[in-house]
């Protein structure tokens, strides 16, 4: 597998190789806009980092949901202590 990222004004990186190019331009596939870099998630689909953190958020929300309706469990990210 390989991860390709676009950084705007900066170039691309493929399979670890850099290529400089100021007139790189990141979009994300998922929330239609230029971002400042985007990674390919896909066929011709890419990514923001904003956008990869929110459904990565809801993966532990809606496991952490639907696990807890089967028995107690401890919430997926750890325990407050005070």
């Known amino acids: 597998m390989s991860i390709d990222v676009q950084v705007t004004a900066g170039g691309?990186?493929?399979?670890?190789?850099?290529?400089?190019?100021?007139?790189?331009?990141?979009?994300?596939?998922?929330?239609?806009?230029?971002?400042e870099a985007s990674v390919g998630i896909g066929a011709d689909r890419t990514a923001c980092a904003p956008c990869l953190?929110?459904?990565?958020?809801?993966?532990?929300?809606?496991?952490?949901?639907?696990?807890?309706?089967?028995?107690p469990r401890s919430i997926p990210w750890g325990k407050v202590t005070g």
């Open 53 to 71: 953190r929110d459904r990565l958020d809801a993966l532990s929300v809606a496991r952490f949901r639907l696990h807890s309706e089967s028995g």
């Open 12 to 35: 691309t990186v493929k399979n670890g190789a850099a290529s400089v190019d100021p007139t790189t331009v990141a979009r994300c596939s998922l929330c239609s806009k230029d971002v």
